[in-house]
């Protein structure tokens, strides 16, 4: 899916870049969601599994593997059931009444599963995207609001970019890596 370019490594990856010269809106748009998609991708790369469990700060619930998780379902819920209107029988991870299951029950997964839903997930939402028009306009379910297309791009390079912050500290905390 992605990957980092960085010496050291035992494996070499390269990390996309949004395209600093795009002039087309989709391709800047998906350029930067998928730097931000690819950035996740690093941070939890070449961790046991015990480490992506870590929790670097005791009053918080994020792991890099609740990370993995919780951007699995983001993905999921604005691409295929906002965007598409795709329609699911069971939340990914919502079995119980927590609303922060995808962060909190960690137990029953493990980093290589999680990372497989998560990838399967932005996979998908890249077909989604890709035969779309950014014109388009959704209804939330959920909620009854309107949302643009574009509103749902910005917002998950938003979601990514947040997140990849705290993946960072975790990991530095984790085994001291740290980057960009």
């Known amino acids: 899916m992605v990957g980092i370019n960085v010496a050291g490594m035992e494996e070499t990856r390269t990390r996309s870049e949004a ?5 087309d809106e989709r391709v800047l748009l998906t350029g930067f969601l998928d730097f931000q998609r690819d950035t996740l991708d690093w941070k939890r790369s070449r961790l046991a599994d015990e480490q992506s469990r870590t929790r670097a700060v005791p009053t918080s619930n994020a792991s890099l593997l609740g990370l993995v998780r919780h951007m699995a379902e983001v993905e999921r819920f604005w691409f295929r059931e906002v965007w598409a209107g795709e329609k699911f029988e069971q939340p ?7 609303r922060d299951e995808d962060w909190n029950d960690l ?5 290589d599963a999680a990372y497989e839903r998560w990838c399967g997930e932005v996979r998908r939402s890249r077909e989604i995207v890709a035969a779309s028009d950014l014109d ?12 643009s297309a574009r509103w749902i791009l910005i917002h998950m390079v938003e979601e990514y970019a947040r997140h990849n ?5 975790l990991r530095e905390a984790i085994d001291g890596e740290v980057g960009e």
């Open 136 to 147: 388009a306009v959704f209804t939330r379910e959920d909620t009854g609001e309107r949302v």
């Open 107 to 111: 137990e029953a997964d493990t980093g």
């Open 19 to 23: 395209p600093l010269d795009a002039t």
């Open 92 to 98: 990914m991870y919502h079995r119980t009444d927590d």
């Open 165 to 169: 912050g705290h993946a960072d500290l």
